[in-house]
């Protein structure tokens, strides 16, 4: 094997593994909301107590506010002021919605829901949501420009933050995430942008890598496919 195939394959192993990183974590994510929720319900309600809910389920007092703290975050960019309880109508519509919002945020924002103002987390979740939320490919290489002067030791948290954010920034980061742009064209570019974008660019280089998965990681895509082949729109097949 040269040494061109050695690179290729090094990358494509790290793609599977990142890839599958990605996947669990935004489920794990999704699944912390989805317990915040209940958790929230429980609190407010009061017929069962925290410490008798807890000590039921085996979960530890500062996970379960952590994840609380993280699903009133998840609230905030849904736009939900009041949100559905337990058994109301759109309870389960609701917990659909926020593994949407998991999908689209980062693990640290999600896990320690919203980090305490002037910390470092602080800064770097509001640096790393500005990558995530950024309009055009322009914007986001701001922020990893950014990040990389941290990673280098040429920049602290505080001046990589002081460089790109401020609260315009963060207002403009939390208002795309509560209306993400699924599809656009970059109006200098004139090049798509958007999730759906990214999505593909993805799952193309999935598929150069599909030999490398194994019989039950295909089993599965291959039901997430069927899915999507089954959501698509009626009049896609007239744009291509």
């Given at each position: 094997?040269?040494?061109?195939?050695?690179?290729?394959?090094?990358?494509?192993?790290?793609?599977?593994?990142?890839?599958?990183?990605?996947?669990?974590?935004?489920?794990?994510?999704?699944?912390?909301?989805?317990?915040?929720?209940?958790?929230?319900?429980?609190?407010?309600?009061?017929?069962?107590?925290?410490?008798?809910a807890?000590?039921?389920?085996?979960?530890?007092?500062?996970?379960?506010?952590?994840w609380?703290?993280?699903?009133?975050?998840a609230?905030?960019?849904?736009?939900?002021?009041?949100?559905?309880?337990?058994?109301?109508?759109?309870?389960?519509?609701?917990?659909?919605?926020?593994?949407?919002?998991?999908?689209?945020?980062?693990?640290?924002?999600?896990?320690?829901?919203?980090?305490?103002?002037?910390?470092?987390?602080?800064?770097?979740?509001?640096?790393?949501?500005?990558?995530?939320?950024?309009?055009?490919?322009?914007?986001?290489?701001?922020?990893?420009?950014?990040?990389?002067?941290?990673?280098?030791?040429?920049?602290?948290?505080?001046?990589?933050?002081?460089?790109?954010?401020?609260?315009?920034?963060?207002?403009?980061?939390?208002e795309?995430?509560?209306?993400?742009?699924y599809?656009?064209?970059?109006?200098?570019?004139?090049?798509?942008?958007?999730?759906?974008?990214?999505?593909?660019?993805?799952?193309?280089?999935?598929?150069?890598?599909?030999?490398?998965?194994?019989?039950?990681?295909?089993?599965?895509f291959?039901?997430?496919?069927?899915?999507?082949?089954?959501?698509k729109?009626?009049d896609?097949?007239?744009?291509?």
């Amino acid at each position: 094997m040269n040494q061109n195939d050695i690179a290729k394959n090094t990358l494509a192993e790290l793609s599977n593994y990142v890839n599958a990183a990605r996947r669990d974590l935004t489920s794990a994510c999704a699944n912390a909301l989805k317990a915040g929720a209940y958790l929230h319900f429980i609190h407010a309600d009061g017929r069962i107590t925290m410490t008798d809910a807890l000590d039921t389920i085996g979960l530890n007092k500062s996970t379960a506010y952590r994840w609380m703290n993280a699903y009133h975050t998840a609230c905030k960019v849904l736009g939900v002021d009041n949100p559905p309880t337990y058994k109301d109508r759109g309870w389960a519509e609701h917990l659909d919605s926020l593994g949407t919002v998991a999908a689209n945020m980062t693990l640290s924002r999600l896990s320690l829901g919203a980090p305490a103002p002037g910390t470092d987390l602080a800064r770097l979740d509001a640096i790393q949501t500005g990558m995530e939320t950024a309009a055009n490919e322009k914007e986001e290489a701001i922020f990893q420009n950014a990040m990389e002067k941290v990673a280098s030791g040429e920049w602290s948290l505080l001046q990589a933050y002081r460089a790109v954010c401020g609260q315009a920034a963060q207002d403009k980061a939390t208002e795309r995430r509560k209306n993400p742009q699924y599809l656009g064209i970059d109006p200098k570019t004139k090049k798509p942008v958007g999730l759906l974008v990214s999505t593909i660019s993805t799952l193309k280089q999935g598929f150069k890598n599909w030999d490398l998965f194994g019989g039950e990681e295909k089993r599965v895509f291959a039901g997430m496919w069927r899915d999507v082949e089954n959501a698509k729109p009626d009049d896609l097949e007239q744009y291509l």
